[in-house]
Every structure is written in C-alpha cells, then in structure tokens.
C-alpha cells in the first residue's frame, strides 16, 4: 500500500501540484508542463473562490532562460476554465 503523502491529486491522468496560489499540472519528466497562477480570488461565505487566473505552457527544458520557457500564455476567470484550457495545450504539445 502507497504513503498517502506520496500520491498527488490528478487531472485527467496527470498530477496537480500546488505551492501556495500556483498550480503545476502535468508531469516534470515531460518536455511541458502548465503552471497556473491565481492572480484575484473573492471570498464566498467561508470558501475562498478564485477569479483571474494566469495560464502558462512552459517548457521544462533546463537550458531555455526563463522568457523562452514560456510557449503560449492567456488569462480566463476561475480556476476550472483556466485548467481545462491549460489541459487542451498540454494535450495539443505533448502530441507533437
């Protein structure tokens, strides 16, 4: 039986990791990964939702400098619609 803290939460097959408003989804060992960053966020009762959200395709190619990493970059409200996009870009680019 696994650790419980060794498992991540997934998305359609691939792992989510969160360090405090970022979200990374896809695996490191891939040539891409979408990095999710909560840039607004409004509080509803006792839950905090998010509002605007950065998407980013980066590359995890160690030898880019940092503005080359980013390949395609938009913004959407709410966090769903930010990683069902960021999904679709990964699919798309780890296709190729």
Known sequence: MADKNSQFLTYKGKPLVRCGK??????????FVVCLT???DKKLED????????IQLISTNPE??????IIKKSEKVGLFNALDLGAVWLERELKK
Not at 22 to 31: A, E, L
Not at 47 to 54: D, M, W
């Open 38 to 40: 909560i840039q607004t």
């Open 64 to 69: 880019l400098r940092p503005k080359e990493k």
């Open 22 to 31: 970022t979200v990374y989804y896809g695996n490191m060992s891939d040539p």
């Open 47 to 54: 839950i905090t939702l998010s509002e605007k959200v950065l």
